[in-house]
């Protein structure tokens, strides 16, 4: 009977795995934007964390600068304003969205924070919680005591998060988390941050259903949560209860995904392997093209760490190594 059920779990994975490395994948031409972001003279943008669109087209880039900063730019990329200077909840960048009602989250690695802003920049909603430094850890929430060798994790709690990177939402506004440095884990809460439930751990794993820094999360039109497993070099699909559907290789490691407007009709997944190249993929998994490499110029790259669709052949990619957010277009 063991043996049975031993050999029902391995087909059962087969079959999950799209083996997406056997396909012949195509070169795509793109183009870049020169000099989109327009800052004043004097503000300049750091390390682009994070990037985001509303449905007006503004584009916020969440930066890791002399301080972590939130800026917002119009369509023609011309500045704006810097939302809610100093907030506490700012210490390290990690990503920005916007939800379909425009709301914008970002979400901070440093305080273990998610932190949900209306469209005027007014916060809203707060998750997790920055760490106290009167409990031992620096300012910005990084713990200068190193774990002891075979210790136990650091137990983790529903309302808590540990270095976490990413947030995407369903249909019916359900919040999905990615917990994903100190964490390794997929948190489910409903639209008022009622936790519902999770799937993974405080502790890396390989098999279907466990992660190894989940770094990038995104969510189609029907609710199904793509999860870019870092660490183990795959995205898991699963649907709006945490339930896996399938499991996807080939794309190299997936620091950044991203997914079209479900408005535009047919989706797409972007997902880039930090220097390049960025995959275009069905929501099938099979990978349709791929374009990019590493460098300083133009339509080169250094760490992607956020992208966002703007549409089937529109991205803005936002790098940590060149200090920039750069606007490609996908020749078809």
């Known amino acids: 009977m063991k043996r049975c059920l031993l050999v029902c779990i391995v087909v059962f994975i087969s079959l999950l795995s799209v083996p997406l490395f056997a396909q012949t994948v195509p070169e795509l031409n793109f183009d870049s934007a020169p000099n989109f972001l327009k800052l004043p003279a004097d503000i300049y943008l750091g390390e682009a964390a994070g990037v985001a669109q509303n449905s007006k087209g503004h584009i916020f880039v ?17 500045f704006v304003r810097e939302i809610s200077p100093r907030n506490y909840g700012f210490a390290f960048a990690h990503t920005v969205r916007v939800d379909p ?7 901070d690695e ?39 060798p075979g210790a136990d994790p650091r137990p983790t709690g529903n309302y808590s998060f540990s270095r976490q990177t990413d947030v995407a939402w369903d ?5 999905f988390v990615s917990d994903g440095y100190g964490n390794s884990r997929v ?14 751990s405080n502790v890396k794993g390989k098999e279907p259903g466990q992660f190894n820094t989940p770094h990038t999360i995104a969510t189609d039109k029907v609710g ?35 997914i079209t407007p479900a408005a535009a009709g047919k989706q797409y997944l972007y997902s880039s392997d930090a220097a390049g190249p960025i995959y275009k993929m069905d929501l099938d998994g099979h990978i349709l093209g791929k374009f990019g490499t590493a460098g300083k110029q ?6 992607i760490h956020e992208m ?4 089937e052949n529109e991205l803005l990619v936002g790098e940590l190594l060149n200090w920039r957010v750069q606007k490609l277009n996908i020749k078809k």
Do not use: H
């Open 110 to 148: 440093g305080t273990n924070m998610v932190m949900k802003f209306d469209p005027a920049g007014k916060v809203i909603m707060t998750m997790g919680r920055r760490p106290e430094s009167a409990e031992g850890d620096i300012p910005g929430g990084f713990a200068y005591k190193l774990p002891i």
């Open 224 to 258: 199904n949560v793509y999860v870019g497993d870092r660490g183990n070099n795959r995205i898991q699909v699963f649907d709006s209860d945490l339930t896996l559907r399938a499991v996807w290789t080939g794309m190299g490691a997936p620091w950044a995904i991203c």
């Open 187 to 200: 948190m489910k809460y409903d639209k008022e941050g009622r936790f519902l439930k999770s799937i993974g």
């Open 298 to 303: 133009m339509k080169q790259f250094g760490w």
């Open 171 to 175: 249909p019916s506004g359900n919040i």
């Open 308 to 311: 966002n669709c703007s549409g």
């Open 101 to 107: 009602q425009d709301n914008i989250w970002a979400v």
């Open 62 to 78: 969440f930066t890791r600068s002399g301080e972590t900063q939130l800026f917002e730019f119009d369509q023609e990329g011309n």
